[in-house]
T-cell receptor
Framework: EAQVTQNPRYLITVTGKKLTVTCSQN?????MSWYRQDPGLGLRQIYY???????DKGDVPEGYKVSRKEKRNFPLILESPSPNQTSLYFC?????????????FGPGTRLTVL | AQKVTQAQTEISVVEKEDVTLDCVYE???????LFWYKQPPSGELVFLIR??????QNEISGRYSWNFQKSTSSFNFTITASQVVDSAVYFC?????????????FGTGTRLLVSP
């Protein structure tokens, strides 16, 4: 089944404790992206990747890192999480750029930073 | 600035009523794409439709229909004969070309509550 998977789905952590949220897609998509969803703000892009080893900042990159060493994986790294990073996170992928291709979203990761 | 506005924060209807969700966008680009996504209570994001800026034909898919009007920069979504399963948050989104490649911008979403 074609899908985007994220792990963990739920995470409660404490301020300053490094964490990684994994994202993997099995569709051989080139484009991948991370969003965060906050009440009243919709979804905002954190980082995106056009292909392996090609990443760039979205609208709200502060406090996050990403890497794209393999085409299928695009982990989101929070080196020192803070409470304002409590949010619902979505990973997405699409075949190439999203001008003509639809982005497919993972199931989401609900992160709470205490 | 590239922006998507969904002015309706929450809409409540009774089953079988028709309901329209509004989406107004701003972009300087002549080439862009518009999307609607559904987020049911389970939380996942489900793609509903994509429309490019050169195609103003309205689209109907079952009980869903979309009205794209470039003159008013709107891409409204109508659900006919709503059902309880339509209860969800609906997001409108815009893709524009920024420095050669795409960027997806979401509206803040409209929560639709359909009661029996």
């Amino acid at each position: 089944e074609a899908q985007v998977t994220q792990n963990p789905r739920y995470l409660i952590t404490v301020t300053g404790k490094k964490l990684t949220v994994t994202c993997s897609q099995n569709m051989n998509h080139e484009y991948m992206s991370w969003y965060r969803q906050d009440p009243g703000l919709g979804l905002r892009q954190i980082y995106y990747s056009m292909n392996v080893e090609v990443t760039d900042k979205g609208d709200v990159p502060e406090g996050y890192k990403v890497s794209r060493k393999e085409k299928r994986n695009f982990p989101l790294i929070l080196e020192s999480p803070s409470p304002n990073q409590t949010s619902l996170y979505f990973c997405a992928s699409s075949p190439r750029d999203t001008s003509t291709d639809t982005q497919y979203f993972g199931p989401g990761t609900r992160l709470t930073v205490l | 600035a590239q922006k998507v506005t969904q002015a309706q924060t929450e809409i409540s209807v009774v089953e079988k009523e028709d309901v329209t969700l509004d989406c107004v966008y701003e972009t300087r680009d002549t080439t862009y794409y518009l999307f609607w996504y559904k987020q049911p209570p389970s939380g996942e994001l489900v793609f509903l439709i994509r429309r490019n800026s050169f195609d103003e034909q309205n689209e109907i898919s079952g009980r869903y229909s979309w009205n794209f009007q470039k003159s008013t920069s709107s891409f409204n979504f109508t659900i006919t004969a709503s059902q309880v399963v339509d209860s969800a948050v609906y997001f409108c989104a815009l893709i524009f070309f920024n420095t050669g490649f795409q960027k997806l911008v979401f509206g803040t979403g409209t929560r639709l509550l359909v009661s029996p």
